[in-house]
């Protein structure tokens, strides 16, 4: 062992290895660490670079650099799952990719302002759209914001986000939404229909037990802590909603009765189980319709449009629809070219009732 004063010290881990490690003390506790080299010039400056972290204040320690990709992943999940948070399984898919392409075993240290440059050029090559790669980066800069807290990693790299150029427009004109509905299976249209009514999320609207709809008051729930922006959320019955949700009563009755077993959900395929990945039957009913591509997202922006045109005051569609800010409201709200044509029409009927 070789001891220099005020750095520690080196030494050879035992008789007969030739790599050299290196001992450290910060506040009082032991660290050991190999250098991975047998040259002890190596591990003397590796000493020294560690003893310059702590008089930095940087943390330091083995951890750090045993700290993995997969951990970073795993802090990520955890969190989520602490909280929560149903967007759980998007972090998996993300990680999904993240793994593939640096490798679960890529140290947190190497991933660097370059690592991550590249692993978004790759993934665009791949066809992936920017905001996805954008959702994947963010689920690693989230776990390197963990591990740093954690003491796991010593410094977080930039992440620079990729430029959206992909912001959407569409929405459902009502001869559009109405041949999408014959071509999707019988189990999906009252989705879609009340979807079409109130513009909820897709989650929002799957995750619907029967006790969130009261029938005497006339109103659609989501709890506290259900959306969003954690706030509740009612939707009050129009004759249409209250048809749609009294008529899937009486089909979800008919379901547990031949099932045998309670049917929580509203939405539910005909075995009665929860809807969940009906990504095919979507798809293909839009290109049967004339309309590929669209998303069920899509009802959203609809619905928005359709509550300017009726000239709903935007604080009420707001609460609504689940609009926290006004800024993001206004992305939704689409002015389209009937919109237009009923303006003038305002403006022409105040023009005639000047002279």
């Excluded at 190596?42 to 702590?54: E, F, P, Y």
């Excluded at 994947?136 to 807290?149: K, N, P, S």
């Excluded at 509740?232 to 008529?247: N, W």
């Excluded at 009563?249 to 379901?255: A, L, Q, T, Y």
Aim: with cysteine; aromatic share 8%; hydrophobic share 40%.
């Amino acid at each position: 062992m070789k001891r220099q004063r005020g750095l520690g010290s080196t030494f050879k881990h035992h008789a007969g290895s030739d790599v050299w490690w290196i001992q450290y003390s910060v506040h009082g506790k032991r660290h050991r660490e190999s250098s991975g080299s047998t040259d002890h010039a190596v591990a003397t400056r590796m000493l020294r670079q560690k003893i310059a972290d702590v008089v930095g204040g940087k943390p330091v320690g083995p951890k750090l650099d045993r700290t993995t990709l997969a951990d970073l992943l795993a802090l990520v999940e955890a969190r989520y799952k602490a909280d929560g948070r149903r967007s759980a399984v998007r972090v998996r898919i993300a990680g999904g990719h993240l793994t593939r392409i640096l490798g679960a075993g890529c140290r947190a240290r190497d991933i660097d302002n370059a690592a991550i440059t590249s692993y978004q050029a790759k993934r665009l090559e791949e066809g992936a759209a920017a905001g996805t790669v954008n959702i994947e980066t963010a689920a690693l800069r989230r776990g390197v914001g963990l591990a740093l807290d954690a003491g796991r990693l010593a410094m977080q790299p930039r992440f620079k986000q990729l430029k959206l150029s992909n912001t959407r427009s569409g929405f459902f004109e009502v001869d559009q939404f109405r041949a999408v509905l014959r071509h999707l299976p019988e189990y999906l249209i009252p989705f879609c229909r009340v979807a079409y009514i109130t513009g909820w999320r897709r989650g929002e609207l799957t995750s619907r037990m029967w006790k969130h709809v009261d029938f005497a008051k006339g109103l659609l729930r989501l709890d506290p802590g259900e959306t969003k922006n954690g706030e509740g959320r009612e939707f009050p019955f129009t004759p249409e909603l209250r048809a749609i949700l009294e008529a899937q009563r009486e089909r979800v009755g008919e379901i547990s009765k031949v099932t045998g077993r309670i049917v929580p959900w509203v939405f539910c395929q005909d075995s009665g189980a929860p809807l969940y990945d009906f990504r095919r039957a979507w798809a293909t009913a839009c290109r049967k319709a004339g309309v590929p591509g669209r998303l069920v997202h899509d009802f959203r922006r609809t619905a928005v449009r359709n509550l300017e045109r009726a000239g709903v005051p935007r604080s009420s569609a707001m609460k609504l629809t689940g609009h926290r800010s006004e800024s993001v409201y206004r992305r939704y709200a689409i002015v389209d070219s009937g919109m237009l044509q009923e303006a003038v029409a305002k403006l022409a009927a105040l023009h005639t009732a000047e002279k």
